[in-house]
């Protein structure tokens, strides 16, 4: 009995139970396995960081816990101190699932645990078209690895090889790549949808954006609206709005939720005066 209640100890939290052979002992690493396997959430971290400042098949993923598990209802194992390297110009254990990385597209990042030696280790897939998993499902889980948590989604550049940016926990930062410039205003009242795939994996459930509005000519009194919303209507949108001889409006704002996978929608016009120009840069996501 003693065996079995150190082992669960093991599977669910991946520490080693304290056995002093004693009824007492046994049911409190019991209920402490117990509570291990209702409270971890597969993919869950603490202090995870990443700072990729250059581009590269490589990139280096640190954290003080990383939850993984066989599956959403299996055994969960909590991995310590993670500090691994993943390479995408390889394949295996710390390299792609299978295959080359994608060009311009996405990379899952997957912690995976091998119980049997208690090896840990990264794991890269293309993300590119579908949304990746919270635990790997593909068919090429390098031999020994059973648990799995997703832990990132990132972009990849035209050589394949990881972009600049940097991720504290599951938010993503980069730069800013612009989704709209445009000098055409959006009558009020209508909003348009902007798809943005080739800036955000389907994994993205928040964006950050950086938006730009301006209008008017001198002497004009100009008032320019803008608004960015999750629903393609005014319901839960987030709006901006400035006036003046030229009317210009930069706005950050973070956090919109994309309830549609790749897509949000937005207004720019103005009240009076001349609309001239508008713009939104998406510089960072979260998964």
């Known amino acids: 009995m003693a065996a079995v209640v150190a082992q669960l100890i093991v599977d669910s939290t991946g520490q080693n139970a304290t056995d002093d052979g004693t009824t007492t002992t046994l049911l409190t690493n019991l209920k402490a396995a117990i509570h291990a396997q209702s409270i971890a959430v597969i993919g869950q971290a603490r202090n995870l960081a ?36 993943v390479n995408l110009a390889t394949t ?20 995976i645990y091998n119980p049997t ?32 948590g997703l832990v990132s989604v990132w972009p990849t550049n035209g050589s394949g090889q990881f ?50 509005c301006q209008g008017g000519a001198s002497a004009q009194n100009t008032l320019v609206n803008l608004y960015i919303t999750s629903t393609g209507s005014i319901l839960g949108a987030q709006a901006a709005g400035n006036s003046g001889s030229i009317g210009q409006l930069n706005v950050q704002v973070n956090g919109i939720a994309l309830l549609t ?25 979260s998964i």
Do not use: E, H
């Not at 250059?54 to 055994?75: N, Y």
């Not at 926990?169 to 009558?187: C, L, Y």
């Not at 009240?271 to 998406?282: D, K, L, P, R, Y």
């Open 261 to 285: 996978p790749q897509t949000f929608w937005w207004n720019c016009n103005v009240s009076s005066g001349t609309f001239t120009s508008a713009g939104i840069i998406i510089n960072g996501y």
């Open 163 to 212: 972009v600049i940016g940097a991720q504290i926990d599951r938010d993503f930062f980069t730069a800013g790549t612009n989704a709209v410039t445009t000098t055409t205003a959006i009558p009020q009242g209508t909003f348009a949808a902007v798809n943005i795939a080739t800036i955000v994996p389907k994994n993205a459930r928040k964006i950050n954006t950086a938006m730009q």
């Open 50 to 85: 990443v700072n990729q400042t250059a581009a590269s098949s490589s990139l280096t993923m640190t954290a003080d816990q990383i939850v993984v598990g066989t599956g959403l209802t299996g055994l969960t194992y909590v991995l310590p101190s993670f500090n691994k390297t």
């Open 117 to 148: 030696t208690g090896t840990s280790a990264l794991l890269a897939v293309n993300a590119t078209s579908a949304a990746a998993p919270a635990v790997y499902g593909g068919a090429n889980m390098p031999s020994g690895y059973t648990a799995s």
């Open 92 to 111: 295996g254990a710390g390299g792609m699932d299978t295959g080359s990385a994608p060009v311009s597209g996405f990379v899952a990042l997957y912690a």
